[in-house]
Nanobody, 115 residues
């Protein structure tokens, strides 16, 4: 059974930083690109970043480019999202998943950025 477990969210002031983690199980982690997604209140879920299976390639949404950094540790089946210079508009529940394949979503981790 595939499991995606996100953690690391919290309440932070604008300009602050958080590091999210996602531990995956139930599939061959290092065979897949992994993405971070987020869903803000009243909005659709959007992909904010993605990393290739071997971590040689990363992509970012324009809204987070230069502020967020995605990384992965295939030995630990874990993907990270370092978020710096957070803005109130980054407030959302953050999820990880395999782009295009989309396993069952985890519970996500809530990030709240206060002005």
């Amino acid at each position: 059974e595939v499991q995606l477990v996100e953690s690391g969210g919290g309440l932070v002031q604008a300009g602050g930083s958080l590091r999210l983690s996602c531990v995956a199980s139930g599939f061959t982690f290092d065979d897949y690109a992994i993405g971070w997604f987020r869903q803000a209140p009243g909005k659709e879920r959007e992909e904010v970043s993605c990393i290739s299976p071997g971590a040689g390639s990363t992509q970012y949404a324009a809204s987070v480019q230069g502020r967020f950094t995605i990384s992965r540790d295939n030995a630990k089946n874990t993907v990270y999202l370092q978020m710096n210079n957070l803005k109130p508009e980054d407030t959302a529940v953050y999820y990880c998943n395999v782009p295009g394949l989309l396993f069952k979503w985890g519970q996500g981790t809530l990030v709240t950025v206060s002005p």
